[in-house]
């Protein structure tokens, strides 16, 4: 203990406090969930879990969830967590393995404009999971792999092993190929055009870092972005921890060391939390906006053009653009703007000239790239945020992706667990090793599915490329409503006629699974075991997700769904590489801890972190060692972050 200097004993208090997750002193004994024993284990007491809306410790009494706790560690937890019973219980809940009447009657041949009545007669698993094998066998024996579309694009629930997306791409792999998919529906536009503008998507990168933020900017520009209602839910188990940096830029904005305006159609709960100012712009109008903000800049020599000069290419084809002198003859002023989005000429040259005299941040949020030609106030902003030359200054420049995940908090360096691999990594083949795609792209947009079967055989552009749009017969949708997300109802309604068979598999009675002609019932987060990464950018830890309750009805885990279909076609050793949901959860923990102690974070060996996760004891929990305990975790949580700005 004598030779550990100062840095390894704070990186490695700062672990505990982030991948171990909790000091000891917290935590009371409990049995590992093995299932060796044969018997039904107890779930009684408090247990760990997480969720995109936060960690949270849940109360399970009698095989039932009682009571919801906010994780000590998240010091802004939210509302959202008390929804996880009602996800449980949800009188939504797709109870059992269901197959729509007409189609259980006539299989493929069925009658397609009865999809979406509600009509559907129970069977049991291996019926289901026949008739889906038997349907992937028919579409790649009379059609090949374009005929097949495997659609798991979108949200997914918290957890690295029952990834459901993961587990249907990789079962299906094993018995055939198929169509995927390119892109997704939240930053649609902004990723394709960010790495032509910027060099990489920027739509998920880690943003700048709030401390920096703080201490350097004078003007943040809160364009089309919310900030403190989206941070609420995270890719990974969300820790809050950019709420504790929005706290102190509202006491910076009303001690007027920063100023902040809110760009948008309507006032968000941002602006009403900061109290700060409020631009309004006429919907879809935010490009002809910054065009003026472009044009200020360069009339009023306010635009940095050195950094212009060295960092930039294609300004001497915008700026003729801008001015007017190109085949439209229009020059882009505030006045020509005022006309369009609604600002104030006066109030355009105002605004302009307070981001070029000042270190200026601008955040952009993804609803102004989703729309018809999203493209444009994306690459515009980037366009501004280059004029105005601050690029790599700390607090200047701009970032997409704020609002998002807790992007901007300083990161732990820890690794985080692995997942459940989606692709197949024996070297076997499919068992139709057939690679004719008919003509067809093998990768659509994601937003052309529909496209597909309205409009078969359509070449189109698609980010550099030509697709050819191949009508599809048979789709699979895990975990993936694409009901909720895609565009114009009535023409999915349209397309789906032409489809001869829609496999769902989920948790809810989604607008998709009352399209489908098979719905297999998934179980909730909540009623398996698990393992996930506490903070999608900031890698503050890892975190245990215990099973709360059995799975209710006649629901399985996606693990357990795509592990019998495999078995259909004799592949299920290779599909699970023959280890079980707890051997997963310990394989990839170890994987993720050796990696860990390579970096001088400790973990504990994987049964140690999985018991001491597990429950409070109640002489910790209503006992003057739980408040000890709080304040231990208090000022190890100081601790890490004086690591992390170091």
Not at 141 to 147: N, T
Not at 567 to 584: A, D, F, G
Request: proline share 4%.
């Amino acid at each position: 203990m004598k030779n550990i200097n100062r840095r390894r004993f704070l990186k490695s208090l700062a672990a505990l406090t982030g991948t171990a997750l909790l000091p000891t002193s917290l935590l009371a004994d409990n049995s590992i969930v093995t299932g060796k024993t044969g018997k039904k284990p107890d779930l009684s007491g408090w247990k760990m879990s997480g969720a995109h809306w936060g960690a949270f410790r849940a109360n399970v009494q009698g095989d039932k969830l009682v009571e919801v706790q906010p994780f000590e560690f998240d010091q802004f937890p939210t509302d959202i967590l008390q929804g996880v019973p009602g996800i449980i219980y949800s009188p939504s809940r797709v109870r059992y393995p269901m197959v729509r009447v007409d189609w259980y009657k006539n299989r493929h041949k069925s009658d397609t404009t009865q999809r979406g009545d509600n009509r559907f007669v129970r069977v049991g698993w291996d019926a289901a999971l026949d008739m889906v094998y038997e349907e992937l066998e028919r579409i790649q024996k009379d059609y090949g792999p374009w005929a097949l579309h495997t659609a798991n694009v979108g949200w997914r629930s918290v957890g690295q092993i029952h990834s459901c997306g993961n587990h249907m791409l990789r079962a299906v792999a094993m018995h055939g190929r198929s169509v995927g998919t390119a892109g997704d529906y939240s930053t649609g536009a902004g990723q394709v055009i960010m790495p032509y503008v910027l060099g990489s998507t920027e739509v998920y990168s880690q943003g700048t870092s709030w401390p920096l933020i703080l201490e350097n900017s004078k003007v943040i520009v809160m364009w089309a972005n919310d900030p403190v209602k989206n941070l609420q839910v995270g890719w990974n188990t969300e820790t809050h921890e950019s709420y504790e940096y929005l706290e102190k830029l509202r006491t910076k904005v009303r001690n007027k060391e920063i100023e902040v305006i809110c760009i948008d159609p309507v006032k968000s709960k941002t602006q009403n939390y900061l109290e700060c100012d409020h631009q309004y712009v006429n919907p879809h109008t935010d490009v002809a906006f910054m065009l003026a903000i472009a044009h200020t800049l360069y009339t009023e020599k306010l635009y940095d053009k050195k950094f212009i000069d060295v960092y930039t290419l294609g300004f001497e084809e915008f700026i003729p653009y801008v001015m007017g002198k190109t085949e439209d003859k229009i020059e882009r002023t505030p006045e020509w703007a005022e006309k369009i989005c609604g600002i104030k000429a006066d109030r355009i040259r105002e605004l302009t000239r307070k981001m070029a005299k000042n270190r200026t941040q601008l955040i952009f949020g993804w609803a102004i790239q989703r729309q018809q030609h999203g493209e444009q106030p994306y690459w515009m902003g980037a366009i501004i945020a280059a004029m105005l030359g601050q690029f790599g200054q700390p607090g200047g420049g701009i970032s997409y992706s704020h609002h998002y995940s807790s992007s901007g908090v300083p990161a732990s360096g820890a690794s985080m667990p692995g997942a459940f691999p989606l692709n197949l990594d024996t070297g076997r083949k499919p068992k139709h090793d057939n690679e004719d795609f008919n003509g067809y792209s093998s990768v659509i947009p994601v937003a052309r599915a529909i496209d597909c079967l309205l409009e078969p055989g359509k070449v189109i552009d698609f980010n550099g490329h030509k697709v050819t749009l191949p009508p599809y017969k048979m789709g699979i949708f895990s975990g993936c409503n694409q009901w909720h997300r895609h565009q114009q109802r009535n023409r999915m309604k349209e397309a789906y006629r032409k489809v001869e068979t829609v496999v769902a598999v989920d948790y809810n009675w989604t607008a998709t699974c009352r399209f489908a002609d098979i719905v297999l019932p998934a179980c909730t987060p909540y009623e398996r075991n698990d393992i996930d990464a506490y903070g999608t950018y900031s890698n503050r830890g890892v975190i245990a997700m215990h099973k709360l309750i059995d799975p209710l009805y006649h629901s399985k885990s996606d693990f357990d769904i795509w592990y019998e279909l495999t078995k259909r076609m004799n592949r299920e050793i290779e599909y699970s590489r023959n280890m079980n949901e707890m051997q997963w959860i310990e394989q990839i923990y170890e994987e993720c801890r050796a990696d860990n102690l390579k970096k001088e974070f400790f973990m504990p060996e994987f049964a140690e972190f999985w018991k001491k996760a597990t429950c409070y004891s109640q002489r910790v929990k209503t006992g003057q060692d739980m408040l000890i305990s709080l304040k231990i975790l208090k000022s190890m949580h100081l601790v890490h972050h004086q690591v992390l700005l170091r």
